[in-house]
C-alpha cells in the first residue's frame, strides 16, 4: 500500500511562507499526490494535485522532488485562516485512496 | 455550480440502534460518490463509494451498509451502531476518475454512540 508520512504540527508566524513536507516513498509510477486542508468539524477543502511537474494556483505550490518521493505544499503567505489540518494524499485508479495522519497548521499573529 | 448536501448534522445514538445517514448532490450529474468516517484526531478512512446507480463497493467490511438509489443520492446505514461507530462521518462526490480528480467534501455528521 501506498503511505504517506507527514509531520504532525508546525507552526508559522503570519505572512511568512510556510513548506509542509510529505514523504510517500512507496509512490508509484501513476499515483497522483493530492493536498487537502480541514478546518475542525467541516469537510476538508481541496488545495492542490500533481503527477510529476511543479503546480501552482492561487491557494498554494506543490513542489514535487524529481524522484516523486516527496512533494512540499507552499503557502506563500500564511494567514490566521490557513490554520488548519493538512492532508497529503496518494491517489490511484481504482478509488484507492491513502491519507496521512495530516499535519495541523498553527499560524501566530 | 454543485453543492453537497449531508444529514443530520449532529447525531446521538444508543448502542444498538439503527443508523441512516443521508447525502445529496446538486448541480451536477453522475458523479461518484464517496463515504468516509473520521475518529476524533485521525486521518480520513475510505468506507464506500459508488460510481453508478445500485453500484456500490466497500473498502472496509463492517457493519455498515451503503445505498445508491438515485443517481445524487448516497445513503449510509446500519442495522445495529457499535460503539466504534462513533466519528464524522463525510460524503464526497467526484466528476470522473477521483484519482485524477478534485473531490468535493459535504460538511458532515457528527455521530455519538452511546
Known amino acids: 500500500d501506498a503511505k504517506t508520512t507527514q509531520p504532525n504540527s508546525m507552526e508559522s508566524n503570519e505572512e511568512e511562507p510556510v513548506h509542509l513536507p510529505c514523504n510517500h516513498s512507496?509512490?508509484?509510477?501513476?499515483?497522483?499526490i493530492h493536498w487537502y486542508r480541514q478546518l475542525p468539524s467541516q469537510g476538508p477543502e481541496y488545495v492542490i494535485h500533481?503527477?510529476?511537474s511543479n503546480v501552482n494556483n492561487r491557494m498554494a505550490s506543490l513542489a514535487i522532488a524529481e524522484d516523486r518521493k516527496s512533494s512540499t505544499l507552499i503557502l506563500h503567505r500564511a494567514t490566521l485562516r490557513d490554520a488548519a489540518v493538512y492532508y497529503c494524499?496518494?491517489?490511484?485508479?481504482?478509488?484507492?485512496?491513502?491519507f496521512g495522519t495530516g499535519t495541523s497548521l498553527t499560524v501566530i499573529p | 455550480s454543485q453543492t453537497i448536501h449531508q444529514w443530520p448534522a449532529t447525531l446521538v445514538q444508543p448502542v444498538g440502534s439503527p443508523l441512516s445517514l443521508e447525502c445529496t448532490v446538486e448541480?451536477?450529474?453522475?458523479?461518484?460518490l464517496y463515504w468516509y468516517r473520521q475518529a476524533a484526531g485521525r486521518g480520513l478512512q475510505l468506507l464506500f463509494y459508488?460510481?453508478?446507480?445500485?453500484?456500490i463497493s466497500s473498502e472496509v467490511p463492517q457493519n455498515l451498509s451503503a445505498s445508491r438509489p438515485q443517481d445524487r443520492q448516497f445513503i449510509l446505514s446500519s442495522k445495529k451502531l457499535l460503539l466504534s461507530d462513533s466519528g464524522f462521518y463525510l460524503c464526497?462526490?467526484?466528476?470522473?476518475?477521483?484519482?485524477?480528480?478534485?473531490?468535493?467534501f459535504g460538511p458532515g455528521t457528527r455521530l455519538t454512540v452511546l
Open positions: 448541480g451536477t450529474s453522475n458523479p461518484n
Open positions: 459508488s460510481v453508478g446507480i445500485g453500484q
Open positions: 464526497a462526490w467526484a466528476q470522473g476518475l477521483a484519482h485524477t480528480d478534485t473531490q468535493y
Open positions: 500533481g503527477l510529476t
Open positions: 512507496t509512490i508509484s509510477g501513476t499515483d497522483y
Open positions: 494524499i496518494l491517489t490511484r485508479a481504482g478509488n484507492q485512496f491513502y
